[in-house]
Nanobody, 120 residues
């Protein structure tokens, strides 16, 4: 059974940093990509970082603005999202999820999410 458990969210002032963690189990990084997504009420969930299966190439949308960095400790089954220079508009629930590949939109498994709140 695939399990994803996010942690590390919280309240931070604008300009601050956070590192989110996703504790994974039940799948191989050779079989799934893994991504970070965020959602605010009333809006669709959007991807903010993705690490592809196999070679571990990482991808970021323009909205990440060079402020987000995704990394992984495969041996510990942990995936991280480092967020710098946070802005109030980064406030959202952040999720990790497993698409089959970063180019594919369908996400097969989700974590429960962790709230990030950025105050101005």
């Amino acid at each position: 059974e695939v399990q994803l458990v996010e942690s590390g969210g919280g309240l931070v002032q604008a300009g601050g940093s956070l590192r989110l963690s996703c504790n994974t189990s039940g799948f191989s990084f050779d079989d799934y990509a893994i991504g970070w997504f965020r959602q605010v009420p009333g809006k669709e969930r959007e991807g903010v970082a993705c690490m592809d299966r196999g070679d571990g190439s990482t991808y970021y949308p323009d909205s990440a603005g060079g402020r987000f960095t995704m990394s992984a400790d495969i041996a510990k089954n942990l995936v991280y999202l480092r967020m710098n220079s946070l802005k109030p508009e980064d406030t959202a629930v952040y999720y990790c999820g497993t698409p089959r590949a970063c180019a594919l939109p369908e996400v097969e498994h989700w974590g429960q999410g962790t709230q990030v709140t950025v105050s101005s």
